[in-house]
């Protein structure tokens, strides 16, 4: 999809009476209008694309001249000379920014990433890319890239998440698990009378209407995408003997603006640690320890946008450490592909869960790229190196997590496939740090 003659599919499911699937094939040059249609199409969950390279060229520009300007402002006050027609300029602009799945991204120069990758091969020179287009046939009507009203999965490998009782008894694990909260609102914890707190929250199954036998699907979750839910995953570090919080920038500002959140909703929140489940049978949302629930004082740096998605605050007081222990283990280094790694948050609002995989693209500047399985719920989830347990980054976005099923009547978890070129995104440690002037 980098050049002229590359070429894309894209499977669109029809939104009406359910299963109806059709391709649609375009020319997707290095010019901006092909990528930005790949990037609607994506965004909106509109279908997969399969693509030739890594990602569109998303080249070229808006060019306006100077007299076109004029028009375009001429029916609100602006200052803008006349130079009765005798001077004329042209302005490039450059900034197209992508919206809900990838927010925040900009277009340009990066691209879009398709969902499947086909190289084009000698073939394809000399035949109209048939061996490509035969491949994306291929890819359409194999299992794994069947369409979600066939209830299909689709995936990188495997569901890798468990919960925190199965992983305590590694000793490095436990240790860094002390170190984990989510993101609540005020209104879903309630004090008792035996000065402990009692969250309130659903069950996974019931508020994401997953199809029975789903993964976790009786478990207590608060669902990030209602009022009263979970609004992400945070970390304590200890660095300098101070205590700071680090998350997703987008858990402290508006995920559509950028705007930092007001001074009334950043209160309103609070991080509760130690949401995780002790053995099968527990019950996490009783008797809840006031050493356990804290509020964000001060948010110290965030930012949203293409370069970066990191927040880092703080508390407003010490934390209790027979409940939670701040993590000085921080990796400050260059990682690596293929580097193992496992996550720890709070995905769709569970009690705490444990991840694994691996790293596949280091090349972006501000992140890398993973196949851990995480969802919506995990971001500001710390990243940590498998083989050192030293934190490596910040869980920030990733692919979609839930698909409609038996014609929309429930859902299933997706997992994307390992041939995929979509990952789980994570900034890296160190450029919060710098921000903030921690390093």
């Excluded at 699907?217 to 945070?234: E, I, K, L, R």
């Excluded at 580097?339 to 694994?356: C, D, N, Q, R, W």
Aim: hydrophobic fraction near 40%; glycine fraction near 8%.
């Amino acid at each position: 999809m980098k050049s002229s003659s590359d070429l894309s599919v894209l499977w669109a499911q029809s939104r009406k009476k359910g299963a109806f699937i059709f391709p649609v094939l375009i020319k997707c040059s290095t010019a901006l209008p092909s990528a930005r249609f790949a990037a609607c199409f994506q965004d909106n969950l509109c279908g997969k694309i399969v693509g030739q390279n890594n990602a569109t060229g998303a080249g070229g520009a808006n060019v306006f001249d100077y007299l076109l300007i004029k028009q375009l402002l001429s029916e609100v006050p602006n200052n803008l000379p006349d130079f009765d027609g005798l001077v004329n300029f042209r302005v490039a602009i450059r900034r197209t920014i992508r919206r809900k799945l990838n927010s925040g991204l900009p277009i340009e120069d990066i691209g879009i990433a398709p969902d499947y990758i086909i190289r084009p091969t000698k073939r394809d020179y000399t035949t109209g890319e048939l061996d490509f287009l035969s491949g994306a046939v291929a890819v359409f009507l194999s299992e794994k890239a069947l369409p979600s009203s066939f209830g299909k999965a689709i995936y990188w490998g495997k569901d890798t998440r468990e919960d925190w009782y199965q992983v305590k008894d590694n000793a490095m694990v436990y240790d860094n698990s002390l170190c984990v909260g989510g993101i609540f609102e005020a209104s879903s914890i309630e004090e008792t009378n035996n000065n402990a707190y009692t969250l309130s929250a659903g069950i996974l199954g019931k508020s994401f209407r997953l199809q029975k036998g789903e993964k976790f699907w009786d478990q207590p979750s608060f669902d990030p995408n209602t009022s009263n839910g979970a609004n992400g995953t945070v970390f304590l570090v200890l660095i300098n003997n101070k205590e700071y919080i680090i998350t997703a920038g987008h858990c402290v500002r508006d995920p559509y603006s950028g705007q930092l959140l007001s001074p009334v909703e950043i209160s309103n929140k609070r991080i509760v640690f130690g949401f995780k489940l002790d053995n099968p049978t527990a019950n996490p949302l009783l008797n809840v320890d006031p050493g356990r629930i804290y509020k964000i004082s001060s948010v110290l740096t965030s930012k949203l946008d293409g370069t970066g998605d990191w927040a880092v605050c703080l508390l407003d007081r010490q934390v209790n450490r027979n409940f939670v222990k701040p993590c000085e283990k921080i990796a400050l280094g260059v990682v690596k592909s293929n580097e193992p790694l496992y996550v720890m948050g709070h995905p769709s609002g569970l009690p705490l869960k444990h991840a694994t995989g691996i790293i596949r693209d280091v090349a972006p500047i501000s992140y890398f790229r993973t196949d851990l399985t995480t969802f919506a719920g995990n971001s500001g989830s710390p990243v940590f190196s498998k083989i050192t347990h030293e934190i490596v980054g910040i869980l920030v976005r990733g692919a979609t997590d839930y698909q409609e099923t038996m014609g929309g009547t429930c859902k299933t978890a997706v997992i994307n496939y390992w041939g995929s070129d979509v990952g789980e995104d994570v900034t890296r440690i160190s450029f919060p740090l710098k921000e903030a002037h921690l390093i």
